[in-house]
C-alpha cells in the first residue's frame, strides 16, 4: 500500500471468502462478482484485501476448511507477489475503526478488521466497497 496516491488507491477490498474463490474455486463466485473481478483484471485495477485475510486463510488451511494444491507458503506467496492484490496491514487508524462498527456488526473481529480496512484505505468518491463472500456487504 505504501506510494499509493489516493488516485491509485484499490476500490475494491475482497472478503476472504471471495478471494479464496477467486483463486481456488471461481465457480463459486457469483456472476457479479465473477464480472467485476474479471473487468478489474482487465483494466489491470488491483483489488485489495486486508492483512488478516492472510491469517483467516492460514486458520482454514490449518483446520483442515480449505485444501490447497500446493503448500500454504506456497500459495501465501503467490498471492504476495500477485499484481492484482495489495495487501492494507491492519495500521492504528483500522484498528480503531474497527471498534466503531456498532453493536449490530458481526462479532468476529476478522469482519470488523476487514470493513475497517475498507473505511480506512480503500476506494475514494467513487467507491469504497467490500466484496463480501459470506453475507452482504455492509454499508460502508
Request: proline residues 8%.
Amino acid at each position: 500500500m505504501l506510494g499509493r496516491t489516493a488516485d491509485e488507491m484499490p476500490s475494491v477490498l475482497l472478503d476472504t471468502h471471495i478471494l479464496v474463490w477467486w483463486r481456488v474455486n471461481p465457480e463459486r463466485l457469483s456472476k457479479p462478482q465473477a464480472s467485476l473481478l474479471l473487468e478489474m483484471e482487465k483494466r489491470r485495477e488491483p483489488a485489495a484485501i486486508s492483512a488478516i485475510t492472510l491469517r483467516e486463510i492460514s486458520w482454514m488451511v490449518a483446520c483442515g476448511r480449505l485444501e490447497l494444491a500446493i503448500s500454504l507458503d506456497a500459495w501465501m506467496d503467490e498471492i504476495e507477489s500477485n499484481p492484482f492484490l495489495t495487501i492494507i496491514p491492519i495500521t492504528p487508524k483500522v484498528a480503531a475503526e474497527s471498534v466503531r462498527l456498532g453493536v449490530n456488526f458481526p462479532r468476529d473481529p476478522a469482519d470488523q478488521i476487514i470493513v475497517a480496512t475498507a473505511r480506512c484505505h480503500v476506494g475514494n468518491a467513487r467507491t469504497n466497497a467490500v466484496m463480501a463472500g459470506r453475507r452482504p456487504a455492509p454499508r460502508i
